[in-house]
């Protein structure tokens, strides 16, 4: 089954705690994201990787790192969380079939979110 | 940088009707991607619906439909004979072609009555 594994699901931390979301996906996608969520400000990126070993920096970086050091994998870390970084989180895989590839759909998958809090 | 706009943060309807939901995007791009996703209180991210901006035809998937105007970067959605199960947050997206990652709107929260 083609999905997108987000961990933990539910965190609630202290204030300078380091702390790994972990995101893996089953689908060879070459594309990762990490998205939070705010009330009335919908999904706002955070960090993006086209591919292995390459990432960018999305709207909202601050207070926030990531790696892909295999294509499978996409952890956010929060080196010492404050509580504005409490919110939903979720991370994203993605294919672009373009025009010259009809056997592929171009879409993104969502992990179940992470609600973090941080107190 | 491209921007989503949704312009409606709540809007209701009575069930076996039909309501249309607003997007409209800015971008200088040509070759890109719009996205309806439908986020119920489970949080899960469930793909509606998916029109490539280089089709002139407008997407339909059952009961959802999209209006796409290119020229006037407009993307509305179309949900016909709703039902209490459409409940949820919806969220417009645009994914630029190459990119693989997706700006969103602000999203509208629809609820469907009895």
């Known amino acids: 089954e083609a999905q997108v594994t987000q961990n933990p699901r539910y965190l609630i931390t202290v204030t300078g705690k380091k702390l790994t979301v972990t995101c893996s996906q089953n689908m060879n996608h070459e594309y990762m994201s990490w998205y939070r969520q705010d009330p009335g400000l919908g999904l706002r990126q955070i960090y993006y990787?086209?591919?292995?070993?390459?990432?960018d920096k999305g709207d909202v970086p601050e207070g926030y790192k990531v790696s892909r050091k295999e294509k499978r994998n996409f952890p956010l870390i929060l080196e010492s969380p404050s509580p504005n970084q409490t919110s939903l989180y979720f991370c994203?895989?993605?294919?672009?079939?373009?025009?010259?590839?009809?056997?592929?759909?171009?879409?993104?998958?969502f992990g179940q979110g992470t609600r973090l809090t941080v107190v | 940088a491209q921007t989503v706009t949704q312009s409606q943060p709540e809007m209701s309807v009575q069930e076996a009707e039909t309501v249309t939901l607003s997007c409209t995007y800015d971008?200088?791009?040509?070759?890109?991607?719009l996205f309806w996703y439908k986020q119920p209180p489970s949080r899960q991210m469930i793909l509606v619906i998916r029109q490539e901006a280089y089709k002139q035809q407008n997407a339909t998937e059952n009961r959802f439909s999209v209006n796409f105007q290119k020229a006037a970067k407009s993307f509305s959605l179309k949900i016909s004979d709703s039902q209490l199960g459409d409940t949820a947050m919806y969220f417009c997206?645009?994914?630029?072609?190459?990119?693989?990652?997706?700006?969103f709107g602000a999203g509208t929260r629809l609820t469907v009555k009895p």
């Open positions: 997206a645009f994914m630029k072609h190459g990119r693989g990652d997706m700006r």
């Open positions: 990787s086209m591919n292995v070993e390459v990432t």
């Open positions: 971008t200088s791009e040509n070759n890109y991607y």
């Open positions: 994203a895989s993605s294919t672009d079939r373009g025009q010259s590839d009809p056997g592929r759909n171009t879409e993104a998958f």
